[in-house]
């Protein structure tokens, strides 16, 4: 049996980034305003090491390249997942993602990018931005070009255990105070909008108008979560999307429960509490992989984590 693969996060530091990563996670790192935990990523722009077992130190890109028996031997270049804590201490700039098609053509072969929010924290007022109001890309072109972006974007209330699904072509933003777990697909595409006209080094962040433009979808319709639970013993499982690069779900288990390992692979982020997965200790922050053919395992303790697989 192969073993669990727990990986080792890799941490940016952004401009609007917080310090929760290292107090509510805990996490061992060097800035206060990291921003965002990449935790688990096969991604040249952060390649998470693995952290203990059989396969210390070596890189999750290079597992996938060369043990593709631990992912059920399923197809494809790259790596189709990457998991991210997101920690928003200002807001983020508009932006929006192309699909698989555009992201092709225009950026050099590269996935598109659909992805999922989970809300693991945020202010008791709460906002993030999920679409937008122009009913044509001639209204749509307008009302950028003339910064009316508080009658364009669509502002929504948010609450801890939120969850939204963002599709390509969707125009969103996270907003201040604001902590997610992000599950997309392998692609560090994002293409903005409007930054608050910020300055990174002394310069303005570049924007992407025409390409965002291209591709927001008009009208802008909402992707729906699916949010559908299931008792399982000592807890549940809420599945809360499920799409073509993707199943998120949410497991909470008080208690011991057994699980099987039906999938290429299943990746497990702790968001809450600790316990064990088979008897090794598993706490709030830790990321991992459960390879294919593992088989049925022991989940016990208090314990709260967003399960992800294609």
């Not at 998991?83 to 992201?103: E, R, T």
């Not at 930054?195 to 008009?218: A, F, M, W």
Request: charged content about 25%; proline content about 4%.
């Amino acid at each position: 049996m192969q073993d669990i693969l727990f990986l080792e996060p890799v941490f940016k530091e952004m401009i609007w980034g917080g310090d929760r990563l290292r107090t509510d996670f805990g996490y061992e790192i060097p800035s206060d305003s990291t921003g965002e935990c990449w935790a688990v990523s096969a991604h040249t722009n952060g390649d998470c090491r693995i952290k203990s077992g059989e396969y210390q130190g070596e890189t999750l890109s290079s597992l996938w390249a060369n043990h593709r028996e631990l992912f059920g031997n399923v197809e494809g270049e790259v790596f189709p997942l990457l998991i991210k804590i997101i920690d928003a201490k200002q807001d983020l700039s508009i932006q929006v993602h192309p699909d698989d098609v555009y992201a092709r053509e225009h950026e050099n072969g590269s996935l598109g990018k659909t992805e999922c929010w989970y809300i693991l924290n945020c202010e008791e007022d709460g906002k993030i931005v999920i679409g937008h109001n122009a009913n044509s890309k001639e209204e749509l072109a307008s009302m950028i070009h003339n910064n009316k972006w508080d009658d364009l974007i669509r502002v929504l209330p948010i609450k801890k255990g939120d969850f939204f699904q963002i599709v390509p072509g969707t125009v969103h933003a996270i907003k201040a105070g604001t902590v997610i777990l992000e599950t997309q697909q392998n692609s560090d595409i994002t293409y903005r909008l409007y930054d608050y006209g910020r300055l990174q080094n002394g310069k303005p962040r570049e924007l992407h108008i025409d390409k965002s433009i291209d591709v927001i979808t008009c009208p802008q319709k909402l992707a729906e979560p699916l949010r559908k639970k299931r008792d399982i013993k000592a807890g549940e499982i809420e599945t809360l999307v499920s799409c073509e690069f993707y199943t998120v779900e949410k497991i909470k288990v008080n208690g011991s429960t057994e699980l099987e390992q039906t999938e290429p692979f299943t990746i497990l982020s702790v968001i809450a509490g600790e316990g064990c997965l088979d008897g090794v200790k598993i706490k709030k922050g830790d990321h991992l992989i459960v390879p294919s053919g593992f088989g049925s395992y022991i989940l016990e303790g208090n314990i709260e984590c967003i399960s992800s697989h294609i």
